[in-house]
């Protein structure tokens, strides 16, 4: 059985830094695409990143991209999301989801997103405010 769990999340103030852990147990997260997703109140789910198997190919949404780094660490079957230069607008719940590569990086995670990861996390909280 699969289970993810998120860690990390919390209250920084603007222009902080917080990095948020997923570790997975049921599954070798190395053979998986893991993506980061949050979802903000009165908004829909949207991808964050992603880290692709095997390679380990990274993807980030414009929004993140040069502020988040998405990684993987094999030993201990986790997949972090370091998040520097944090804004008020990054507040949300986010949350880590793993699938079997099924289709391209790009599809899996800003095409389908939530449609194409069928195992989730519950969610860690990350609040950017001063």
């Known amino acids: 059985q699969v289970h993810i769990v998120e860690s990390g999340g919390g209250l920084v103030q603007p222009g902080g830094s917080l990095r948020l852990s997923c570790a997975a147990s049921g599954i070798t997260l190395d053979y998986y695409v893991i993506g980061w997703f949050r979802q903000a109140p009165g908004k829909e789910r949207e991808g964050v990143s992603c880290?692709?198997?095997?390679?380990?190919?990274?993807l980030y949404a414009d929004s993140v991209k040069g502020r988040f780094t998405i990684s993987r660490d094999n030993a201990k079957n986790t997949v972090y999301l370091q998040m520097n230069s944090l804004k008020p607008e990054d507040t949300a719940v986010y949350y880590c989801?793993?699938?079997?590569?099924?289709?391209?990086?790009?599809?899996?995670?800003?095409?389908?997103?939530?449609?194409?990861?069928?195992?989730w996390g519950q969610g860690t909280q990350v609040t950017v405010s001063s």
């Open positions: 880290i692709g198997s095997g390679d380990g190919s990274t």
């Open positions: 989801a793993a699938e079997p590569p099924i289709t391209t990086l790009q599809t899996m995670c800003f095409t389908r997103q939530r449609g194409a990861f069928g195992s």
